[in-house]
């Protein structure tokens, strides 16, 4: 079973970047869509972003277009969500996860592998 970690989060003023970095630990997500999840105090994890196992397409929510990139490198076992424009609406735990399909999702229940997330907080 893959195991993943994230990386990257942090406290950041509105307009700033980030970007999150998510690598196995153990295992390989090689073949598998990988996605972005957010959860933030008091509500339901949601769908940010995926990207499906060859790189090739990709998809996000409304909220992010425009702002947001998820990337990965197979090679070096990571996926990348570079955050541009950030808002304070965007503060929330982000979650990388992978897929049990190779096609892009965005519901948590075709992902059975998740990181432990990284804390991103906006501030206004």
């Known amino acids: 079973q893959v195991q993943l970690v994230e990386s990257g989060g942090g406290l950041v003023q509105a307009g700033d970047s980030l970007r999150l970095s998510c690598a196995a630990s153990?295992?390989?997500?090689?073949?598998?869509?990988l996605g972005w999840f957010r959860q933030a105090p008091g509500k339901e994890r949601e769908f940010v972003a995926a990207?499906?196992?060859?790189?090739?397409?990709?998809d996000y929510t409304e909220s992010v277009k425009g702002r947001f990139t998820i990337s990965r490198d197979n090679a070096k076992g990571t996926v990348y969500l570079e955050m541009n424009s950030l808002k304070p609406e965007d503060t929330a735990v982000y979650y990388c996860?992978?897929?049990?399909?190779?096609?892009?999702?965005?519901?948590?229940?075709?992902?059975?592998?998740w990181g432990q997330g990284t804390q991103v907080t906006v501030s206004s």
């Open positions: 996860a992978a897929s049990y399909r190779g096609w892009i999702s965005d519901l948590p229940r075709e992902y059975n592998a």
């Open positions: 153990s295992g390989t997500f090689s073949g598998r869509a």
């Open positions: 990207i499906n196992w060859s790189g090739g397409n990709t």
